[in-house]
């Protein structure tokens, strides 16, 4: 596991404080490696969300329906 140092501001290292003894963090370290797991996740969702839009608009373009993808869909599950 590599290590990263982090430098930040006495304003958030104080709110940083006050979140971790409300939620039960029990160290400064895991409460960034949960912040940090959950912002790359959320990440994660906006990046498919973003492709999803991409495939969206490319089958509206070639006037594919949302019954013809669903009925392909059932076709391959038979």
Not at 10 to 37: C, H, P, Y
Not at 41 to 70: H, M, P, W, Y
């Amino acid at each position: 596991m590599e290590t990263v140092n982090v430098s930040i501001s006495n304003d958030l290292e104080e709110g940083l404080d006050n979140v971790m003894s409300k939620f039960g963090f029990k160290s400064k370290q895991d409460f960034i490696i949960a912040a940090t797991r959950d912002k790359i996740l959320e990440l994660k969702k906006q990046i498919f969300f973003d492709l999803s839009n991409e495939v969206a608009i490319g089958l509206k373009k070639r006037g594919v329906t949302e019954n013809e993808i669903l009925g392909d869909f059932e076709k391959t599950r038979e």
